[in-house]
Structures are given as C-alpha cells and as structure tokens.
C-alpha cells in the first residue's frame, strides 16, 4: 500500500512534470500529506506556492491566476471547504478557464458514517467541473494514481479531450488514510518532478454546423471575451479580416482595441442603426447589455455563432448557424456606407460624453480607468456598464469575471492577476462587491510572494445597479430593503487593520483630476475610496435615461 505521504508526493510530482506549477494551499488537517510535499517543493523551486485562508478567495485567486495562462491547483482539505471552491468552480466552468481542484478526503470506509468534516465532495462540485475523479490513495499501484491524475490534467487543459469542450475546471478527490505525515524526506523531488514537457497537442475545439451562406445582409459582430482571441496579437489579426464590419464589443473583449470598435453601442442599438441590423455575428462570450440579448432573439435577425471552448453562446436559441472559426469570412458582408454611419454615431456619442459637464459619478469615473495605463480588473455590477457605456471605442481592452458575472472573488481573482504579471494591477469594484470579497485582502504571514494591487472602491451606498432595472420603478422603501442593501464600514478603518504596508487614500472629489490622483498609486496594496453618495433610486434612473435620450438625438 501506499503511504499517504508517498502518494502526496507522486501526486505533487505528477503534476509538476505536466506543466502545473503554480499552487494556492489552504490549510487543514486532512490535507496536511499534500501540504508537506508543496513545502518542500517550494523549498528545492520546484513550483510557486500561495497560500490563503478561505478557500472561497484561494479558489479565485487560481482563477485569476488561469486567465493569464498559468493553469494553477488549489489544495483543501475536506468538509465545507470543499463547498468554498464552487463560487470559483462556476466562473471557471463558463469562462473556460483551466483550474485543478485538489482535495483532501477520509477514506472510503469512512464516508456515509458521519465522521468529522466528511461529505460528499463529488457531488459538491459535480455540475461546476468538466471531468471529477475519486482516488483511494492507499491503491498499491502507484501507475495507476499516475494515470487518474495526468487524464484529469489533459482534460483541464483541453489535450485530446473527445468532448470537445476546451479548457476549464477538474475536481482530484484523494482518500488520505493516517498516518497523514511521516519522518522521511523526499529524496528524490528534483528527479521525481522532473521538467515539464512540452505539450504539442493544441488544436482548436469545436463541433461546426456547417456553412451555409446565401445572401449579402447588414452585419455586425457582437463581441464577449474569447477564448480564440486571447492575445493581441490574434485580435489585431481579427481586425485585419474584419474590414468595414461594426464591432460591438464589450469592455472584457479583446475587440474592444481595434478599429471597427463602436463607443456607447446599448445606446446606438436603439437607433435607426439598431432596427437595420439583419445579421449578427457573435464571438466570445457577451452577456452584459439586455440591448444585446433583445438583438440575439429578433427573428429579422440571423445569427451567427463562432464555436469556442468551453462552448459557443447561444442564450436566445435563435442561431441560424453554429460555425468554426475558419468558416467565419464567408459570413462578413461589408456595407462601407453602412460602416461609415456607425463611425460616424460612434464619434458623435464619444463627443457628447466628453462635453457633457464633469461630475464625480460612475460615468467619470469609467472614463478616468479608461485612460489610464493600468491593468485594470472591473467589478460585474455598475462599474462594467459604466465602462460598456461611457468609454472610448477603440480602446482599453479590462479583465472580468464574466462566466458568471457574479459579485464574489472579484479582489481575489484581481489579487491572482497581480501575482501571475508581477506588475501593479488595479481592480474598481463598487462597495457591496468589495464587502463581499474582504478576506481577499489579509495578508498570509511569512508569504514571500506579494502583489501590488491597487482596490478602487466606489461607494454609492449599496446597489445602485437595481435602480436602473424594473426593479427601480417600485416601492423605495422595499427598494432600500432588499435591492440598495447598504452596508456600514469604515473604509480606512478597515484599512487600518490590515496591518503595515496597506495604504488608504480618498479621491478628492475633483472628477477633472481622478485619472491622475488614481495613478498616483505607488505599488503595495492600496485601498482608494471614491465616494458618490446616496442617490435616490428616482434620481438614479432620470440621470441615466437622460444621458440615453440626448446621445439618441445626436444620431
């Protein structure tokens, strides 16, 4: 039989040699074979290792960490912290990012018994994972533990995967029986893990209808983040094909950057442009605007859907083809014209954005990310609309968790960026967003490796995303209760307790100086408040209709 420890270690080693080293632990008992081994492994460089507390913030810090092409393993042990990775799971599974979760568990005979913090893990994570294997460590054959864990790995990192789904999450269960630590050193770490071998087994997934073009008609791209695209350089190459084709493109697509982006596009689509529409192609993922989602589901509207990992995105049901990627020129029909009115209500919406008097709200604030250099990571309520809304086509290209485009993990998930580019990295998140994420930002004592990540927080006091859906036009009294659900926090006393080395500044309020005072950032962690204030939710709408119908009459 094999000891947990010996199996700790071959596991460890296992995935190192397929190209796995990046690691964020969370301590426990049940994990502690696995633990030793990443220990020691850090010690001899054979990997990087991050730790963290919460496994719910461990699992987006490794999500982070993936969408920047370094493909990472959380280690947990068993119970609940096991439910922890599902928020992260999720975002994972439709992001189609590769994450392996690697968790501790009792034995077999230990299960269904009620034993301390033992569950049912597969089934915890079942639906939010492409692939889930359950292994009894103490299995005598050690090739054979070799081969569960290298099939899960080739399946999270979409190598010879038959289902065709791409990269994305896989679940590693293993039964550690005691002793969970021995006195024995691993011996042979440096030989065991080896060098990573080069893959050599990329291909593009995807399952064609087939082409089946037939007359010329009005197109546009509706453009999410893609996983074909996933460099600048395939989005430049995307552009050249393009030609004289709008591009309706959301602020986490690669085709915000090129040319034939379209500023404000919600707004243009309830123009004349909009009712014009009679093809749309869609690349990536969009799922921001409900203005989007009404074009996709128009029946005078043929859509086109490029397939992708970990699949294409179809929420209306209303594709007319499903297609590869190399089949797409066929459907590019170029109106110049056309285009040309597009461009032309693309500088006019950018014009009005630009005259209209400066004031501290959401829309100078999505214009001041928008002009700095900084990486930046945006928060899934306001803030992302804001930016789709407000800022500058062509332009800067932000990261987002937009699987799911839920609230949690979003620090976390900018914290693992950070960690993966080594350079500074800001993430504006609104003040429920940031509440729902503090953990992200207490340090782990004696880590070596620390980020340097500014935290913009806009407090508008609560969910002021509500106000601007049906749910804005109610009851405010029921509004506040249960849609606004305003918290209390001291910001800078929060900061405070942080510790040392966690810095915390106001925006002055000036909105014609925001962009300077943000970069202002001097590296370290950061917290910078701006503050907006309480708005009524009546307020809140006017404004925002307001700021439509005047963009509307430019056209």
Known sequence: ???????????????????????????????????????????????????????????????????????????????????????????AL??????????????????????????????????????????????????????QLQRAIRVALGIGYAGGRGTGPVHINMAFREPLMEDSRWENLESDCGVAPESGDSRQLSHSCGTNYTQEKRTVIIAGPSRILDSESAAQDFADLLGQIPVLAEPSSQLRAIAQAVTAHPLLLASKLGDQIERAVVIGHPTLTREVSQLLSRE????????????????????????DFADLPAWLDVDVHWY????????????????????????????????????????????VREVNLYADCPGKVFAANRGLAGID?????????????????RVVVGDLTFIHDLGALVRTCGQRQCADLQVVVVDDAGGSLFATLEYGQGNVEIFDRVFRTAKELDFAAFARAL??????????????????????????????????????MSDMREQRLLWRQQILDLL
């Open 1 to 91: 039989m094999l000891s947990s420890t010996i199996a700790a270690r071959e596991t460890i080693a296992t995935l190192v040699r397929a190209g796995i080293r990046t690691f964020v632990l969370c301590p426990g008992s049940r994990s502690a074979p696995l633990a030793i081994a990443l220990a020691e492994a850090e010690s001899a460089g054979a990997i990087h290792l991050h730790v963290e507390t919460d496994e719910r913030v461990a699992g987006f810090v490794a999500l982070g960490l993936g969408t920047q092409n370094m493909p990472t393993a959380v280690v947990t042990t068993s119970g609940s912290a096991v439910a922890n990775l599902h928020p992260a799971a999720e975002e």
């Open 300 to 323: 005078t509207v043929e859509v086109i859907v490029v397939d992708e990992p970990p699949t294409y995105t179809d929420v209306s049901g209303n594709s007319a083809q499903v297609i």
């Open 409 to 425: 993990g979003t620090v976390s998930t900018a914290l693992g960026i950070a960690l993966a580019r080594r350079e500074p990295v």
């Open 94 to 147: 439709h992001s189609g990012v590769p994450i392996l979760f690697l968790t501790a568990d009792r034995p077999h005979d230990m299960r269904g018994v009620r034993a301390s913090q033992t569950t049912d893990h597969i089934a915890v994570l079942g639906g939010s994972v492409l692939y889930s294997v359950d292994i009894p460590t103490d299995n005598p054959n050690r090739k054979a533990l070799r081969n």
């Open 340 to 383: 040309q009115q597009w461009q032309r209500a693309s500088v006019a919406a950018r014009r009005f954005l630009y005259s209209a008097p400066l004031e501290l709200d959401f829309p100078a604030v999505a214009r001041a990310i928008s002009s700095s250099a900084f990486p930046t990571v945006l928060g899934a309520s306001s803030i």
């Open 499 to 536: 510790g040392q080395g966690v810095s915390f500044r106001r925006a002055s309020g000036d909105p014609a100086s925001l962009t300077v005072e943000m970069d202002a950032f001097a590296g370290g962690l950061e917290i910078f408040l701006i503050e907006l204030g309480r708005d009524e």
